[in-house]
């Protein structure tokens, strides 16, 4: 039989009194609904519920610091703690509960996966008001930026005073109206655009709108803004202006504007230069283009790159490879999330197609074996710049004559900065490579820089760089030399593989001659006898593993 709605309050209280404060709460709101005793039932809900979170509620809101933000005394809703993580929801202005806010709605939300993608850009939303009705939105905002706009801002900032709400309310930025969301990112142009929009459907259209035309406005010299540039395309480039050319097609329809940039840095004064006219009268203020007029060291050109950039960091590709946009998302999450971060090296299609997880290592020995031997292309290679620039690498031109320093530069730039911060290898796709049957043409012939004479001169230059680099570090050598053996024994054995090999004594004449370098050179470093031993039995062993290969 149904209680009466005396009956009712009497057994509210009686909850109450008897410490079963969610079932007294229930049969409170209840009575409220009833309109029976409004007035004398809602001060005692004030009193034993909301009284002791008042001033978490209020503490909690004047944390929340961004976007238009009402006082706390204009909030029209509160919230009435239930069970852990709920609350009733009460509308001042109308007088009424309307209903429960779980948390729970939040946490278990499923991400659309449309939003998924979006790894780092921020998310638009046109919304009403009611979070209760947004769980998923609110779950976004645990992951990236919302900036919302919203019909009722009393009521929809009132949500901001939940104290669970927090990690999420510090990633929600709230707009009265559309004109505030434009006006916003239009005087703001180092704001990164969001990239995705949601909500009510009209609203939609709206905002996308407004953002197209804002990405629009970014492009052009007056909407350019540097101050924020997160990533810097770097495009080193020599007598190929028709490659550029089609580099642009794929670069310039990013969405990107304020976080991205495309530097192209023009070395060479004689083929191709009608093209290279052409990229530097591309209208789009991301673009930085630089002609040197004259010709130039293929290092003093990449560092050139980097010198011209804005970016935090900078991307290396070649004019010959693309970048997989797709994957941007991803690879800026990782460098706004990983700060301390000075050197990334990014899967490819071909080169770097085996990384198929990541590593992650701190400064130091540990960096530097991370990368060590493992740079022989520079495209996908990302730099933090300010790093870059400090070391002034332009000294290292000092050691033009040694080979390893001639063929890659950029291995002794992974080392130096190894010392600076941490470095990752990651397994997403960044940069696909020109067209794997060009590869064929060129491996017909072997490479000067392929052959066994080329590989041993190469591992005497990687000796040098470990006598300049380590400077008395026995243990690094050690490792060094680890790596560099590995490396030598294993190219030695692609270049008998590739068929450049007519008899196979001599290739073993060829494993035998660097046995007996290594060994000659090994005391040399100052490693004690136990390190010693470690380098020549790893030498035998990779030895060993060649000659098996190759069925001697």
């Known amino acids: 039989m149904a209680l009466s709605e005396q009956e009712l309050l009497e057994y509210a209280c009686e909850q109450f009194e008897n410490g079963r404060y969610d079932a007294a709460l229930e049969a409170f709101i209840l009575a409220y609904t009833k309109e029976y005793e409004q007035e004398w039932v809602l001060e005692n809900v004030y009193n034993c519920y909301m009284a002791g979170n008042e001033a978490e509620f209020q503490k909690n809101y004047e944390l929340w610091n961004t976007g238009e933000k009402p006082a706390y005394e204009e909030l029209t809703l509160d919230f009435v703690p239930y069970r852990e993580g709920e609350y009733y929801v009460y509308d001042k202005k109308i007088q009424s509960f309307r209903g429960i806010f779980s948390m729970d709605s939040v946490k278990n939300a499923v991400r659309q996966e449309d939003f998924q993608w979006l790894e780092f850009s921020a ?29 009722d801002m009393n009521r929809c900032a009132s949500y901001f005073k939940i104290p669970e709400l927090a990690e999420y309310a510090g990633n929600i930025m ?46 052009t010299p007056e909407g350019r803004n540097t101050d924020n540039v997160l990533l810097t395309i770097a495009i080193p480039t020599y007598h190929r202006g028709n490659l550029v050319l ?62 011209m950039s804005h970016g935090k960091y900078v991307l290396f590709v070649s004019d010959e490879d693309d970048v997989v946009t797709e994957s941007l998302e991803h690879y800026l999450k990782v460098l706004n999330e990983h700060p301390e971060l000075n050197v990334v090296r990014a899967k490819t299609v071909l080169q770097y197609c085996h990384i198929s997880s990541r590593s992650y290592k701190k400064k130091g020995l540990d960096a530097f074996l991370n990368f060590f031997m493992w740079q022989n292309y520079l495209s996908g290679l990302i730099v933090r710049r300010e790093d870059f620039i400090e070391e002034n690498f332009a000294h290292l031109d000092k050691f033009s004559d040694n080979v390893f320093y001639k063929n890659y530069p950029h291995e002794w730039w992974c080392a130096v900065l190894s010392r600076k911060g941490d470095n ?29 004479e080329a590989r041993m001169q190469q591992f005497d230059g990687i000796v040098g760089f470990l006598h300049w680099f380590m400077d008395g570090d026995a243990e690094g050598a050690m490792f060094g030399l680890e790596s560099a053996i590995y490396k030598t024994v294993y190219y030695m054995g692609l270049t008998r593989k590739m068929g450049h090999d007519s008899e196979r004594e001599h290739f073993e004449e060829w494993v035998e001659r660097f046995s007996i370098k290594v060994k000659n050179m090994v005391d040399d470093f100052g490693m004690n006898e136990e390190q010693k031993a470690a380098v020549l039995e790893f030498l035998e062993e990779q030895c060993f593993n060649a000659r098996e290969k190759a069925g001697i």
């Open 174 to 219: 709230l707009f009265s109206s559309m004109e505030a969301f434009q006006h916003y990112f239009h005087e703001h142009t180092s704001v990164y655009l969001p990239k995705i929009c949601t909500g009510m459907e009209d609203g939609k259209k709206t905002l996308l709108e407004i953002l197209n035309k804002e990405h629009e406005y970014r492009l």
């Open 123 to 151: 998310l638009a939303a046109a919304i009403d008001w009611d979070w209760s009705n947004l769980p998923g939105i609110l779950k976004e905002a645990g992951f990236h930026r919302v900036y919302a706009v919203c019909q």
């Open 246 to 307: 089609e580099r642009m097609k794929n670069l310039l329809p990013m969405s990107y504007d304020a976080e991205i940039e495309i530097a192209v840095s023009k070395n060479g004064t004689e083929l191709y230069q009608e093209e290279y006219r052409q990229v530097s009268q591309i209208a789009d203020a991301r673009m930085v283009y630089y002609d040197h007029e004259r010709a130039l060291w293929p290092t003093e050109n990449w560092r050139y790159a980097v010198e």
């Open 424 to 452: 990752l290898v990651e397994p997403k796709i960044l940069i696909w490579e020109r067209n794997q049957d060009d590869y064929k043409d060129e491996l017909a012939s072997l490479p000067n820089y392929s052959t066994y």
